[in-house]
C-alpha cells in the first residue's frame, strides 16, 4: 500500500466562504472533513461532495473539491450514482436531518441495505433552518417550532436505530464541537469499504434553542473511551438508543461486508466512465439475430 | 391496391400459453420472407382474464393489426363468445369442437373448423398447453405455411429449458397433428404466398429502445418496474453482463432519474425508462438536469391515464405533461418515434442530442408502439451512427481557469469530468455562475440570472438546427391532411391507402420533435393543406393544442381515441369521412 501523504487543510479551501449563521454547528463539520480528506491525502480531483438542499446543503460550495449541489433529499441517489459511473472517486454526501431524514428517507434505508460504498455525513441540528424553523424529523417530542406552536406532536427518529435496521456497515455519531474526534470518524467513514453514516450533532444556532452547543457539551461522552465495542450489533441497538443526560457519541458499529460494487459485474472492468463505447460488429451480429 | 395478407386471431386466458402460439406464428412467417404486427390486448392480471392477439401477416409491409379478422383460434369459450362474430366474411374460425359457436352471430361466408382436441391431445397425455400448438398446426395447413420451420422455431423457442427434449417432441407432435387433422377434412384456403425466404427480425419497441441503448454506449441503466415500460428493463437486465453495463432496480421513479443523472454527470451515458405515473415523479429531476446541465435520456411509454388509469392499455395523453416536466424554463428535447425501427434511431440520436447540448431528452413512445411486435430488416439498423460526446474536454484544460459553465455563443460549455485534474467545480439546482457559484444566496444578481438562462436556453438554437424539420407524406393538394406524432404513422399511413379507394386523397403530417419545434414549417405545411385533422389516441387533442401554441394555427379538426385500445385504419377512414361530408367536426 502507498503511504499516504498528509494534505494541507488550504488544499480544500473552496471558492466561498460560507455564509452560515456565527456559531452555526456547519462550520466544524466542513473544517472537519476538510481536516479527514487531508489526513487521508485525497487530492480535490478524486473527491466528490454531493448535496441535497438546506443549510448545511450548501458545503459543496465551501470545499475545494469536485461537488454536486442537487435536488432536496436526493443526494444519495445521485451519489449512488455517480460512485457506479466512476467508483475510482471518493464520493462524501452531506446534507441535513429534513433532507436525509425526512424528504429523501427511502434513498437513506436503500443505500444502506444496498452496502454501495458511500460516505454520509448528516448535519443534524434537529430544526429545519433555511426555512427558518419548522419541526424537522430529529425534533424531540414537545418541542416548540414555528410549525409546532403546541409542541411537536410526533416522537422522533433515531437515525442511528435505523441504519442499523437498514444495514449500514459503519454507524457513527460526532459532535461538531469534537473536531478531532469527529475528523477521526469521518476519514474512518471514507476509509470504510460500504456505506458510512456519520449523524453529527451541529446545533442551529438560530431556531433550535433547546438543543444548544452548550446542552450537548453537558451530555455527550465519547464510546472510545469507554469499554464499548462496535463489532458487536446486539449492543449497538442498545447503545444507539441511549438520550437524555449521556448521549455518546463515536463509533456505534462497524463490520465488513461486500458492497454493492463488489457485486456489480459491469465494474470489474474499471470504472464504467472508462469503458469503451459502442458495439463490435460482432455483438451486433449476435444481437440482431436474437430476433431472427 | 390489395395484396395478400391474413389476420389471426388467438384469444386465452393470461398463463395458457396463447402467447407462445403468437409468438411462434410471428417468428415462423418472418423467417419465410413475409411481414407481420401483431398487437396483444390484455388485462392488469398475471393469470386468467382474457388476452387477445392480433396476428397480422402480410406479403407486403403491414403496418397495423389492420381492420380485418380472418381466421380466429379459439380454444376457450369466452373467445369464441367474444370474438367470433368479428371473423369477416370468407374467414374461418378453428375451435375445440366441445366450444359452442353460436351460429347467429357469426357473419356471412365464415368457415367452422371443428378440432377434436381432446382426441388429438391423447398421445400428450392430455396436456391442454397443448391445444394451441394443435390450433397452429391447423393454420400453417389452412394458409399453406411450412410446417418444417415451424418445428425449427419451437425447438428454438423450448430448447435449452429443463426437459426440453421432451417439450419440443411433445409440441412438434402436436403441431403436425393439428396440421394433420385439418388437412385431412378441409382444404387450404389458396394463399399463393412467395415465400423470399429473407429472414426477418420480429421485435417490439421497448426491446429496440434496449437495442439503441446498447448501440449508444448507454453504461447505465436505472428503472422501477411501470407497464408498459418493463420491457426494456428486462431486455437491458439481461444483456447486462455481457454488454458491461450497469442496470439497476431502484426503489422509486425518484431514484431512477437522480441516479442516471449522477452517473451522466460523472461521465457516463445513462437513461431510464417509465410510464406517466413514474415520469410524474420524476420531473423535479428533469429540470435538475437542465440547471446542471447533464445528459440524460428519459423514455415515457405511456399508457392510459390519469393516475393509475389503464396500465395495460394505450393513449397518448402525455405531451401536456412532458412539455411542462419541471418549474421552469431550461432547455430539452422531446422526441416522439414512429416505429419500432425509428424506437432504436431515436434512442442513438437521443443521446448525442443530450451529450451535445447538455441537456435532457425526453422519448415519448406509448403501449402500442413499445409492446407491439413487427417484422423489421437487419439492414434496417444503422449501427454506424458516429457516438458524438459534445463539448467533453478529455485532454485537460490548459487556458487557465477553467469555467464549467462559461457564457458561449452557442450555449454549450466545454465539460470536465469527475477526476480531471485542475478543474474541480461545483454543478447546482440552485442558479449560478459561470464557474458554478450560487449567485441565489447573494441579495441580487438580475444581471448574471440573465445571462445564465440566455445561455442554457441558447441551447435550443443549435438543436433545433440539428432536427430536420417534419415532410409531409403524400400528395400536397391531398383533400384532408391528417396530422400525429409518435405511434399513430402506421395507421394514418394505411387509413391513407383506404381513403384512396373511397376516392379521399390524404397526406399525413408526422410530428417526431414536439420540442425543439419546427415552427415555420409545421405553420406552412397546416397552412396550405385544405383541411386538417389531427389523430390522436387522447381527449382533448394535445398534440393540437400544442401546435395551436408553437404556430396560431388551429386545425380543422380532431380524431380522438381514448378508449385504451389503437386506432385501427377504419376508424380514422369513418372519422374522416363523416367530417369532410359535414356530419360532424
Same mark, same amino acid.
Given at each position: 500500500?502507498?503511504?499516504?501523504?498528509?494534505?494541507?487543510?488550504?488544499?480544500?479551501?473552496?471558492?466561498?466562504?460560507?455564509?452560515?449563521?456565527?456559531?452555526?454547528?456547519?462550520?466544524?463539520?466542513?473544517?472537519?472533513?476538510?481536516?479527514?480528506?487531508?489526513?487521508?491525502?485525497?487530492?480535490?480531483?478524486?473527491?466528490?461532495?454531493?448535496?441535497?438542499?438546506?443549510?448545511?446543503?450548501?458545503?459543496?460550495?465551501?470545499?475545494?473539491?469536485?461537488?454536486?449541489?442537487?435536488?432536496?433529499?436526493?443526494?444519495?441517489?445521485?451519489?449512488?450514482?455517480?460512485?457506479?459511473?466512476?467508483?475510482?472517486?471518493?464520493?462524501?454526501?452531506?446534507?441535513?436531518?429534513?433532507?436525509?431524514?425526512?424528504?429523501?428517507?427511502?434513498?437513506?434505508?436503500?443505500?444502506?441495505?444496498?452496502?454501495?460504498?458511500?460516505?454520509?455525513?448528516?448535519?443534524?441540528?434537529?430544526?429545519?433552518?433555511?426555512?427558518?424553523?419548522?419541526?424537522?424529523?430529529?425534533?424531540?417530542?414537545?418541542?416548540?417550532?414555528?410549525?409546532?406552536?403546541?409542541?411537536?406532536?410526533?416522537?422522533?427518529?433515531?437515525?442511528?436505530?435505523?441504519?442499523?435496521?437498514?444495514?449500514?456497515?459503519?454507524?457513527?455519531?460526532?459532535?461538531?464541537?469534537?473536531?478531532?474526534?469527529?475528523?477521526?470518524?469521518?476519514?474512518?467513514?471514507?476509509?470504510?469499504?460500504?456505506?458510512?453514516?456519520?449523524?453529527?450533532?451541529?446545533?442551529?444556532?438560530?431556531?433550535?434553542?433547546?438543543?444548544?452547543?452548550?446542552?450537548?457539551?453537558?451530555?455527550?461522552?465519547?464510546?472510545?473511551?469507554?469499554?464499548?465495542?462496535?463489532?458487536?450489533?446486539?449492543?449497538?441497538?442498545?447503545?444507539?438508543?441511549?438520550?437524555?443526560?449521556?448521549?455518546?457519541?463515536?463509533?456505534?458499529?462497524?463490520?465488513?461486508?461486500?458492497?454493492?460494487?463488489?457485486?456489480?459485474?459491469?465494474?470489474?472492468?474499471?470504472?464504467?466512465?472508462?469503458?469503451?463505447?459502442?458495439?463490435?460488429?460482432?455483438?451486433?451480429?449476435?444481437?440482431?439475430?436474437?430476433?431472427? | 391496391?390489395?395484396?395478400?395478407?391474413?389476420?389471426?386471431?388467438?384469444?386465452?386466458?393470461?398463463?395458457?400459453?396463447?402467447?407462445?402460439?403468437?409468438?411462434?406464428?410471428?417468428?415462423?412467417?418472418?423467417?419465410?420472407?413475409?411481414?407481420?404486427?401483431?398487437?396483444?390486448?390484455?388485462?392488469?392480471?398475471?393469470?386468467?382474464?382474457?388476452?387477445?392477439?392480433?396476428?397480422?401477416?402480410?406479403?407486403?409491409?403491414?403496418?397495423?393489426?389492420?381492420?380485418?379478422?380472418?381466421?380466429?383460434?379459439?380454444?376457450?369459450?369466452?373467445?369464441?363468445?367474444?370474438?367470433?362474430?368479428?371473423?369477416?366474411?370468407?374467414?374461418?374460425?378453428?375451435?375445440?369442437?366441445?366450444?359452442?359457436?353460436?351460429?347467429?352471430?357469426?357473419?356471412?361466408?365464415?368457415?367452422?373448423?371443428?378440432?377434436?382436441?381432446?382426441?388429438?391431445?391423447?398421445?400428450?397425455?392430455?396436456?391442454?398447453?397443448?391445444?394451441?400448438?394443435?390450433?397452429?398446426?391447423?393454420?400453417?395447413?389452412?394458409?399453406?405455411?411450412?410446417?418444417?420451420?415451424?418445428?425449427?422455431?419451437?425447438?428454438?423457442?423450448?430448447?435449452?429449458?429443463?426437459?426440453?427434449?421432451?417439450?419440443?417432441?411433445?409440441?412438434?407432435?402436436?403441431?403436425?397433428?393439428?396440421?394433420?387433422?385439418?388437412?385431412?377434412?378441409?382444404?387450404?384456403?389458396?394463399?399463393?404466398?412467395?415465400?423470399?425466404?429473407?429472414?426477418?427480425?420480429?421485435?417490439?419497441?421497448?426491446?429496440?429502445?434496449?437495442?439503441?441503448?446498447?448501440?449508444?454506449?448507454?453504461?447505465?441503466? @436505472?428503472?422501477?418496474? !411501470? &407497464?408498459?415500460?418493463? $420491457?426494456?428493463?428486462?431486455?437491458? +437486465?439481461?444483456? /447486462? *453482463? #455481457?454488454?458491461?453495463?450497469?442496470?439497476?432496480?431502484?426503489?422509486?421513479?425518484? @431514484?431512477?432519474?437522480? !441516479? &442516471?443523472?449522477?452517473? $451522466?454527470?460523472?461521465?457516463?451515458? +445513462?437513461?431510464? /425508462? *417509465? #410510464?406517466?405515473?413514474?415520469?410524474?415523479?420524476?420531473?423535479?429531476?428533469?429540470?435538475?438536469?437542465?440547471?446542471?446541465?447533464?445528459?440524460?435520456?428519459?423514455?415515457?411509454?405511456?399508457?392510459?391515464?390519469?393516475?393509475?388509469?389503464?396500465?395495460?392499455?394505450?393513449?397518448?395523453?402525455?405531451?401536456?405533461?412532458?412539455?411542462?416536466?419541471?418549474?421552469?424554463?431550461?432547455?430539452?428535447?422531446?422526441?416522439?418515434?414512429?416505429?419500432?425501427?425509428?424506437?432504436?434511431?431515436?434512442?442513438?440520436?437521443?443521446?448525442?442530442?443530450?451529450?451535445?447540448?447538455?441537456?435532457?431528452?425526453?422519448?415519448?413512445?406509448?403501449?402500442?408502439?413499445?409492446?407491439?411486435?413487427?417484422?423489421?430488416?437487419?439492414?434496417?439498423?444503422?449501427?454506424?451512427?458516429?457516438?458524438?460526446?459534445?463539448?467533453?474536454?478529455?485532454?485537460?484544460?490548459?487556458?487557465?481557469?477553467?469555467?464549467?459553465?462559461?457564457?458561449?455563443?452557442?450555449?454549450?460549455?466545454?465539460?470536465?469530468?469527475?477526476?480531471?485534474?485542475?478543474?474541480?467545480?461545483?454543478?447546482?439546482?440552485?442558479?449560478?455562475?459561470?464557474?458554478?457559484?450560487?449567485?441565489?444566496?447573494?441579495?441580487?444578481?438580475?444581471?448574471?440570472?440573465?445571462?445564465?438562462?440566455?445561455?442554457?436556453?441558447?441551447?435550443?438554437?443549435?438543436?433545433?438546427?440539428?432536427?430536420?424539420?417534419?415532410?409531409?407524406?403524400?400528395?400536397?393538394?391531398?383533400?384532408?391532411?391528417?396530422?400525429?406524432?409518435?405511434?399513430?404513422?402506421?395507421?394514418?399511413?394505411?387509413?391513407?391507402?383506404?381513403?384512396?379507394?373511397?376516392?379521399?386523397?390524404?397526406?399525413?403530417?408526422?410530428?417526431?420533435?414536439?420540442?425543439?419545434?419546427?415552427?415555420?414549417?409545421?405553420?406552412?405545411?397546416?397552412?396550405?393543406?385544405?383541411?386538417?385533422?389531427?389523430?390522436?389516441?387522447?381527449?382533448?387533442?394535445?398534440?393540437?393544442?400544442?401546435?395551436?401554441?408553437?404556430?396560431?394555427?388551429?386545425?380543422?379538426?380532431?380524431?380522438?381515441?381514448?378508449?385504451?385500445?389503437?386506432?385501427?385504419?377504419?376508424?380514422?377512414?369513418?372519422?374522416?369521412?363523416?367530417?369532410?361530408?359535414?356530419?360532424?367536426?
Amino acid at each position: 500500500m502507498a503511504t499516504v501523504v498528509e494534505l494541507p487543510l488550504e488544499t480544500y479551501k473552496g471558492p466561498v466562504d460560507p455564509d452560515w449563521c456565527p456559531g452555526c454547528g456547519d462550520f466544524g463539520v466542513l473544517r472537519t472533513l476538510q481536516r479527514a480528506a487531508g489526513k487521508l491525502g485525497i487530492h480535490p480531483k478524486d473527491l466528490m461532495v454531493v448535496s441535497g438542499i438546506g443549510c448545511s446543503s450548501n458545503l459543496p460550495g465551501y470545499i475545494h473539491a469536485y461537488g454536486f449541489h442537487g435536488l432536496h433529499g436526493r443526494a444519495l441517489a445521485q451519489a449512488t450514482g455517480m460512485k457506479l459511473g466512476n467508483h475510482d472517486l471518493h464520493v462524501v454526501i452531506t446534507g441535513g436531518d429534513g433532507d436525509g431524514y425526512g424528504i429523501g428517507i427511502q434513498h437513506f434505508i436503500h443505500s444502506m441495505r444496498r452496502n454501495i460504498d458511500l460516505t454520509y455525513v448528516v448535519m443534524n441540528n434537529q430544526i429545519y433552518g433555511l426555512t427558518t424553523g419548522q419541526a424537522s424529523p430529529t425534533t424531540e417530542r414537545g418541542e416548540w417550532t414555528k410549525s409546532t406552536p403546541g409542541g411537536c406532536p410526533e416522537d422522533d427518529l433515531n437515525p442511528l436505530a435505523m441504519a442499523l435496521i437498514a444495514g449500514a456497515t459503519y454507524v457513527a455519531r460526532g459532535s461538531s464541537a469534537e473536531q478531532e474526534h469527529l475528523t477521526n470518524l469521518i476519514a474512518q467513514g471514507i476509509q470504510h469499504k460500504g456505506f458510512a453514516l456519520i449523524d453529527v450533532f451541529s446545533p442551529c444556532v438560530t431556531y433550535n434553542k433547546h438543543n444548544t452547543h452548550q446542552w450537548f457539551k453537558e451530555r455527550v461522552y465519547k464510546l472510545e473511551e469507554t469499554d464499548y465495542d462496535p463489532t458487536d450489533y446486539d449492543r449497538a441497538l442498545l447503545k444507539v438508543r441511549e438520550w437524555g443526560d449521556q448521549i455518546p457519541i463515536g463509533l456505534c458499529y462497524q463490520v465488513n461486508r461486500p458492497t454493492y460494487e463488489d457485486g456489480e459485474p459491469a465494474l470489474k472492468k474499471g470504472p464504467l466512465v472508462h469503458h469503451k463505447l459502442g458495439l463490435t460488429p460482432e455483438q451486433r451480429r449476435t444481437l440482431l439475430q436474437e430476433f431472427m | 391496391m390489395q395484396h395478400l395478407e391474413v389476420t389471426v386471431g388467438i384469444g386465452g386466458a393470461a398463463g395458457d400459453g396463447s402467447g407462445a402460439t403468437g409468438d411462434n406464428l410471428a417468428k415462423v412467417c418472418s423467417r419465410l420472407g413475409l411481414h407481420v404486427f401483431a398487437y396483444n390486448s390484455y388485462q392488469s392480471l398475471v393469470r386468467g382474464g382474457h388476452v387477445w392477439l392480433r396476428l397480422r401477416i402480410g406479403a407486403q409491409k403491414v403496418m397495423t393489426h389492420g381492420d380485418d379478422l380472418n381466421l380466429l383460434i379459439g380454444l376457450n369459450q369466452d373467445t369464441l363468445d367474444r370474438h367470433a362474430g368479428e371473423v369477416v366474411p370468407g374467414g374461418g374460425i378453428l375451435y375445440n369442437e366441445r366450444l359452442k359457436v353460436v351460429q347467429d352471430d357469426l357473419q356471412p361466408e365464415v368457415q367452422l373448423y371443428p378440432l377434436p382436441i381432446r382426441e388429438l391431445l391423447q398421445p400428450f397425455g392430455r396436456q391442454t398447453i397443448l391445444q394451441n400448438t394443435i390450433a397452429l398446426g391447423g393454420i400453417f395447413w389452412l394458409l399453406s405455411l411450412d410446417l418444417d420451420v415451424l418445428e425449427g422455431a419451437i425447438q428454438e423457442l423450448f430448447g435449452g429449458r429443463r426437459k426440453s427434449d421432451e417439450i419440443v417432441a411433445s409440441n412438434v407432435g402436436a403441431a403436425r397433428a393439428g396440421y394433420q387433422s385439418v388437412r385431412e377434412r378441409y382444404p387450404a384456403l389458396g394463399y399463393g404466398w412467395q415465400f423470399t425466404g429473407k429472414q426477418r427480425m420480429v421485435v417490439s419497441g421497448n426491446e429496440m429502445f434496449g437495442l439503441g441503448a446498447l448501440a449508444a454506449g448507454c453504461k447505465f441503466y @436505472a428503472a422501477y418496474p !411501470m &407497464a408498459p415500460s418493463t $420491457a426494456v428493463l428486462h431486455w437491458l +437486465a439481461r444483456h /447486462a *453482463t #455481457s454488454h458491461d453495463i450497469v442496470v439497476k432496480q431502484c426503489e422509486d421513479e425518484i @431514484a431512477v432519474l437522480n !441516479m &442516471a443523472i449522477g452517473a $451522466a454527470h460523472v461521465g457516463v451515458r +445513462a437513461m431510464c /425508462a *417509465t #410510464s406517466g405515473g413514474g415520469f410524474s415523479l420524476m420531473t423535479e429531476a428533469v429540470g435538475l438536469a437542465g440547471m446542471t446541465e447533464t445528459p440524460v435520456v428519459v423514455i415515457d411509454v405511456q399508457r392510459g391515464g390519469p393516475s393509475t388509469g389503464l396500465p395495460t392499455k394505450t393513449e397518448q395523453a402525455d405531451l401536456n405533461q412532458l412539455f411542462g416536466a419541471s418549474q421552469g424554463d431550461y432547455p430539452r428535447a422531446i422526441l416522439a418515434p414512429t416505429d419500432v425501427v425509428d424506437c432504436f434511431n431515436t434512442v442513438v440520436e437521443a443521446f448525442n442530442l443530450a451529450e451535445k447540448y447538455q441537456c435532457p431528452v425526453l422519448i415519448a413512445s406509448d403501449l402500442l408502439l413499445s409492446e407491439h411486435r413487427e417484422s423489421a430488416d437487419p439492414e434496417d439498423f444503422n449501427f454506424d451512427i458516429p457516438i458524438d460526446r459534445g463539448a467533453l474536454v478529455t485532454n485537460g484544460v490548459t487556458n487557465g481557469e477553467y469555467k464549467r459553465f462559461a457564457l458561449t455563443p452557442s450555449g454549450v460549455s466545454p465539460r470536465v469530468l469527475p477526476g480531471t485534474e485542475g478543474t474541480a467545480y461545483v454543478a447546482a439546482s440552485d442558479e449560478h455562475d459561470e464557474t458554478g457559484v450560487l449567485i441565489s444566496d447573494e441579495f441580487t444578481n438580475p444581471e448574471m440570472r440573465v445571462l445564465m438562462m440566455d445561455k442554457r436556453m441558447r441551447k435550443m438554437e443549435g438543436l433545433l438546427k440539428d432536427c430536420p424539420p417534419p415532410q409531409l407524406f403524400g400528395p400536397a393538394n391531398a383533400d384532408v391532411t391528417l396530422i400525429g406524432w409518435g405511434s399513430t404513422k402506421g395507421v394514418i399511413r394505411e387509413a391513407i391507402a383506404a381513403l384512396a379507394e373511397e376516392g379521399i386523397t390524404a397526406n399525413n403530417l408526422q410530428i417526431r420533435y414536439l420540442v425543439p419545434f419546427h415552427e415555420p414549417e409545421v405553420r406552412d405545411i397546416l397552412q396550405a393543406s385544405r383541411h386538417t385533422l389531427v389523430v390522436e389516441n387522447n381527449y382533448t387533442g394535445q398534440l393540437a393544442r400544442h401546435i395551436r401554441a408553437e404556430t396560431g394555427f388551429t386545425v380543422d379538426g380532431k380524431i380522438l381515441k381514448y378508449d385504451g385500445e389503437p386506432f385501427e385504419p377504419h376508424h380514422i377512414v369513418a372519422r374522416v369521412k363523416e367530417i369532410l361530408h359535414g356530419n360532424s367536426r
